[in-house]
Antibody, heavy 120, light 113 residues
Framework: QVQLQQWGVGLLKPSETLSLTCAVHGVLLSGYQWTWIRQSPGKGLEWIGHIDHSGGITYNPSLESRVTISVDTSKNQFSLKLPSVAAADTAVYFC??????????????WGQGTLVTVSS | DIVMTQSPDSLAVSLGERAAINCKSS????????????LAWYQQKPGQPPKLLIYWASTRESGIPDRFSGSGSGADFTLTISSLQAEDVAVYYCQQYYSVPHTFGQGTKLEIK
């Protein structure tokens, strides 16, 4: 059974670094793309980017200058780092598994979500 | 960026009745090389992550009840629930994965009338 378990600090001050990790259980990282998405009342669901097991990465151009997604195949997990956070980065952050295009391309398994609040 | 616009923003339907949610993209999502529409539908209940219902615009994900169906092509799509059940109360989102960034619609809140 595929499960994504995510964790990270939930309360940050402006200018600090957001750091989240998603551990994947029940399947190896290869053969899928591993995605970060955030959800806020003001902007709805926002796709941040995805990475595959070999480190191939695609970012949302609006965040590309700030965000880093990385993968650790030895631990079967992937991570998100977003430095210099501001109030606008307050959101629930989700990790998710994306099926590769030949299998449909949808996000078929999700982590439970982590509320990250940026406040001074 | 491709803009995804859903309608209506909210919808109230009686139990057992049909519900339809529309999604329009600012450009075609049809990939001609494989004749697939790069569109997915998700259901989100309070406090939960979204759940994949439909991909390729009309292919039901494994385990999804057959009362859920997707239709449309190009830039106009519809999610239909043929006979609304109480457990279908949720917010529904469409998402395009034709081009980066993979954008979502604003969501449609479905309630019981």
């Amino acid at each position: 059974q595929v499960q994504l378990q995510q964790w990270g600090v939930g309360l940050l001050k402006p200018s600090e670094t957001l750091s989240l990790t998603c551990a994947v259980h029940g399947v190896l990282l290869s053969g899928y793309q591993w995605t970060w998405i955030r959800q806020s009342p003001g902007k709805g669901l926002e796709w941040i980017g995805h990475i595959d097991h070999s480190g191939g990465i695609t970012y949302n151009p609006s965040l590309e200058s700030r965000v880093t997604i990385s993968v650790d195949t030895s631990k079967n997990q992937f991570s998100l780092k977003l430095p210099s956070v501001a109030a606008a980065d307050t959101a629930v952050y989700f990790c998710a598994r994306r099926k590769l295009i030949p299998l449909g391309g949808g996000l078929d398994h999700w982590g439970q979500g982590t509320l990250v609040t940026v406040s001074s | 960026d491709i803009v995804m616009t859903q309608s209506p923003d909210s919808l109230a339907v009686s139990l057992g009745e049909r519900a339809a949610i529309n999604c329009k993209s600012s450009q075609s999502l049809l990939y001609y090389s494989n004749n697939k529409n790069y569109l997915a539908w998700y259901q989100q209940k309070p406090g939960q992550p979204p759940k994949l219902l439909i991909y390729w615009a009309s292919t039901r994900e494994s385990g999804i009840p057959d009362r859920f169906s997707g239709s449309g092509s190009g830039a106009d799509f519809t999610l239909t629930i043929s006979s609304l059940q109480a457990e279908d109360v949720a917010v529904y989102y469409c998402q395009q994965y034709y081009s980066v960034p993979h954008t979502f619609g604003q969501g449609t809140k479905l309630e019981i009338k």
